[in-house]
């Protein structure tokens, strides 16, 4: 008897180590885990201990175990877990619908056509564990499907949509399989199955339809950057042809300007000679001078504004660019890449205290575009599973776009990127995109 009770609570305890290795490797899937060693440790230990009070609380009433059972789940995944709150509402809520649909489905089949070969304390026990091998293999084909997909925040809006379909399956199921208890009747265990089937389908589709949102938000984005970007171009292109345009008429203009200037010079008067000089400047537009003159206007135009732009914030920019006028990229493609590194390497330059700079080098050799971003920072990078930088951003929905972007855009080229951080609050990226190979 003693030796039966031993390994009933033993069996009990492996399964909900097994219940905790469930725990932590589906959220590994969709959540980067907290920096530090006790994070997870501490998550895990709080699941744990539900688990272990699930078997002493049975007197509770169901809607409050189940509710207890999300919230201390929610609860560790955000003590062990990196991410937003709503996406964890989300990815918790249907971990324990998919869970409650798989066990009602065991509990069906082992009732129906097992029960007789089965004693009735191994009943539960094997119940349960296949419930989680079951879960098990379903994670293992959500790893397949997420596990290179960044994770994107929804909006408020599509959580609470999505939350509302496993919440909602958690009731129905629920009351479902109370109806059909009190029925006690084949048929009733048998529609229950049914609908335990449909509503465990509907649950996993979530999946697809994050992705499908997701995907929506992340082109929507893109758009948005793109176009942003190619206003800035054409915007910057504006002015060039303005300048080209005042040039001309200041070389039309030169012949009487040097004869001007010759005469002060043959009458030695040097003021009158650096006076003049810089009235002719100024009324041709060439009191600002372009940083980079290489002819390729979606280059010049971006490093001209954000050369400006980090002036103006008392950052040191240096440029060295050897480039041709025409390349076999697409200019939107170059201003969206240039546009988003540039963008970036301002906004962390900004915040270092002390000496600020930007070194930016182009150069085209043999069809390829190799480009290096160097600049100054302050605090820590933060990096996703894939070694590739998170947007530290208090709004990084919106602004988490820009590397993202800049990795597909590269990517269309067959080009590389590289982040260096090696060394302290230096930040060095290098591009190299491949002529051909669109």
Same mark, same amino acid.
């Given at each position: ?7 009933? @609570? ?11 290795? +469930? %725990? $932590? ?21 709080? %699941? ?18 189940? $509710? ?14 990196? /991410?937003? %709150? ?19 489905? $065991? ?56 939350? +509302? ?93 040097? *004869? ?24 041709? /537009? =060439? ?7 290489? /002819? ?8 001209? @504004? ?20 025409? =390349?076999? %990229? ?15 390497? *301002?906004?962390?330059?900004?915040? *270092?205290? /002390? ?84």
């Amino acid at each position: 008897m003693l030796m039966s009770k031993v390994l009933l @609570y033993g069996t009990e305890i492996l399964l909900i180590i097994f219940a905790v290795y +469930l %725990f $932590s490797c589906y959220f590994d899937i969709f959540f980067t885990r907290r920096r530090g060693k006790g994070t997870l440790i501490t998550g895990c230990i709080i %699941f744990t201990v539900w688990q272990l009070m699930i078997l002493s609380v049975s007197a509770l009433p169901v809607y409050a175990n189940i $509710s207890i059972t999300i919230i201390v789940t929610l609860i560790s995944v955000m003590t062990a877990y990196e /991410g937003g %709150f709503w996406n964890k509402c989300i990815f918790t809520f249907v971990f324990n619908a998919i869970w409650m649909m798989i066990e009602t489905l $065991s509990g069906y089949v082992l009732s129906s056509y097992c029960n007789q070969f089965i004693y009735p304390q191994a009943y539960e026990i094997l119940g349960s564990f296949i419930s989680k091998l079951l879960f098990l293999i379903l994670i293992f084909a959500l790893k397949k499907v997420f596990m290179n997909d960044e994770i994107k925040e929804l909006s408020v809006k599509y959580s609470v949509m999505l939350v +509302l379909i496993p919440t909602g399956s958690i009731y129905v199921m629920n009351e479902i399989f109370l109806f059909s208890y009190k029925i006690n009747s084949n048929r009733a265990n048998f529609h229950s199955a049914i609908a335990a089937i449909i509503l465990l389908c509907m649950n996993v589709l979530i999946f697809y339809i994050y992705m499908k949102l997701t995907d929506d938000l992340r082109l929507r984005r893109m758009t948005s950057v793109y176009e942003q970007q190619l206003e800035l171009c054409e915007r910057h292109q504006q002015e060039r042809e303005i300048s080209t345009l005042q040039l001309r008429d200041v070389r039309h203009n030169m012949k009487n300007s040097l *004869v001007s200037i010759l005469a002060y010079a043959e009458s030695g008067e040097c003021e009158k000679i650096i006076g003049f000089v810089n009235e002719v400047m100024e009324e041709g /537009g =060439m009191t600002i001078s372009t940083i980079t003159n290489s /002819g390729n206007i979606v280059i010049d135009s971006l490093i001209g @504004y954000w050369y400006v732009t980090a002036k103006k914030k008392g950052i040191d920019f240096t440029v060295n660019i050897s480039i041709p006028m025409k =390349m076999p %990229f697409k200019g939107a493609d170059i201003c969206l890449i240039l546009g988003n590194l540039l963008e970036n390497a *301002v906004e962390a330059a900004e915040k *270092v205290e /002390g000496k600020k700079y930007i070194k930016i080098q182009m150069k085209y050799d043999k069809n390829n575009l190799l480009l290096f971003v160097m600049n100054n920072y302050k605090g820590q990078l933060v990096k996703i599973k894939d070694k590739r930088l998170k947007s530290t951003k208090s709004d990084a929905g919106n602004h988490g776009v820009g590397l993202p972007s800049v990795y597909r855009a590269v990517h269309k080229y067959h080009g590389t990127v590289v982040v260096d951080d090696s060394v302290s609050e230096r930040f060095l990226i290098r591009v190299v995109l491949y002529g051909g190979q669109e």
